[in-house]
């Protein structure tokens, strides 16, 4: 998948695709001499590493090497991202190019372009690098990017020392712009689809709903006008359609309502399915246009980190919930990534980093979201006219229970039970993955 691209550059994530390009440079002289010996010597090797090494960091950190390829023809010249090491309290960045590409310019449109990524999306605000003291170009271009030398620190496992560098967000080095990141969530879902259609298929995405709907469903009045901004494949619409309630769904994506229409069709179900970019989108001249008047109730369910201004989200919402209208928000609970790494992942440090609150990574839909807490929320709803009335976790416990038991439908019941006792008490709420806020307007 394209992470961003550049004038003549996309970079994108490591496939085990990659295996004989990734062969040639790790067994290149110049990486062996400036960076190591990996010991990769067949494809199945490379395989494994990249396996190990690209793909597992991807997913516990939410970053790391990328392969940089040409625009035109595709042709992979090297890597370039960040590594998140033992031995750094700083993610550090790093490039390699095979040696027929080097002297054009490549490797620093590729590393800028990283630094604008980390800082802008992965939300770094210090960013660290080394080389050995013989690498003089790579010295000259880490500085080039604005990186200074800081000082000599050995290199663990051996008795070479090598040059730290770093640069402070703060202190306003880190490059901006020329860069096209491709993180806007349209692109991101539309071509993650497939995978995010996979993960609603799994127990823990049905318990989801399941809770979605027992929690919201007691609130909701008889008949109700319902904007369900985000909708995706629709699937609360078709359940709330089916309780009676007219449902107008909206999503910045074509693909996912194309399904979602599809999917109502087959159920016989009368849902309106508009296009609706949400952070571009006008709040008076949408009432009108996109839908005729207000709504009783306004849903934003794992919207609202994917967007640069909550806050002015939270009011543009409000403007299309009638006075006294419900407004139901579901979002990623920070706390519950804490949780995941040290009790799924067993991983202390990545524990540590969570508590950082930068953007994480969702590996379903192959983007970033942001992290905001409920402190944050209540305060953006409270200056948008809201009252809260109601405040649930959703999936407490669930997600740190092993899978084993989780296909199993009497045992997927008896979960259900289990978080519905749970869900709007605590401290099971504040430490559940999701985090389930129901507001009035006023």
Known sequence: MKIFETDRLILRYQTVEDAAFLLELWNDPSWIQNIGDRGVRTLEDARTSIQKGALEMYAKWGYGFYVTELKEGGIPLGICGFA?????????????????????GYAYEAASAVMEYGRSVLGFTRIAAFTSPENEASGKLLEKLGLQFEKLIPY??????????????????????????????????????????????Q?????????????????????????????GFGVLDRYL????????????????????????????????????????????????????????????????????G??????????????????????????GKVLNAAILYQDPSAAVEALTNKPHYIESTQTYANNYTVEQVRQWLDD???????????????????????????????????????????????????????????
């Open 84 to 104: 998140k090491r033992d031995f750094l309290e700083d993610p550090d960045v790093g490039f390699a190019f095979l040696p027929r590409y080097w002297g054009k």
């Open 156 to 201: 663990p496992g051996s008795e070479e020392m090598v040059r730290l560098y770093a640069v402070d967000e703060d202190k306003g080095i880190i490059p901006r712009g020329g860069i096209t990141i491709n993180n806007r969530v349209e692109t991101a879902f539309e071509t993650s689809k497939d995978n995010y259609l996979q993960a609603l298929e």
């Open 203 to 231: 127990p823990w995405a049905h318990l989801f709903y399941q809770l979605l709907q027992a929690q919201l469903t007691p609130h909701l009045p008889t008949r109700a006008s319902i904007l369900d901004i985000g909708c």
């Open 241 to 308: 359609a089916r309780q009676g309630h007219r449902v107008h769904g909206v999503d910045l994506t074509p693909g996912l309502l194309d399904t979602a229409k599809e999917e109502a069709g087959k159920d016989g179900l009368d849902i309106t399915y508009s296009v609706l970019d949400l952070e571009a989108a006008d709040a008076t001249e949408a009432v009108g246009t996109v839908f005729s008047e207000p709504f009783d109730v306004t849903v934003l369910h794992n919207v609202l980190e994917y967007t640069q």
């Open 310 to 335: 909550p806050a002015a989200i939270v009011r543009k919402v409000a403007a299309w919930t009638k006075p006294g209208g419900l407004f139901s928000l579901v979002l990623h609970n920070p706390v």
């Open 384 to 442: 948008a006219g809201y009252d809260l009335i109601a405040h649930y976790g959703v999936r407490t416990v669930y997600d740190w229970m092993p899978n084993d038991n989780k296909q199993d439908p009497d045992w997927h019941q008896q979960a259900f039970e289990m978080e519905m006792k749970l869900c709007d008490k605590e401290p099971y709420r504040s430490i559940a993955k999701f985090t389930h806020l129901i507001a009035r307007k006023k």
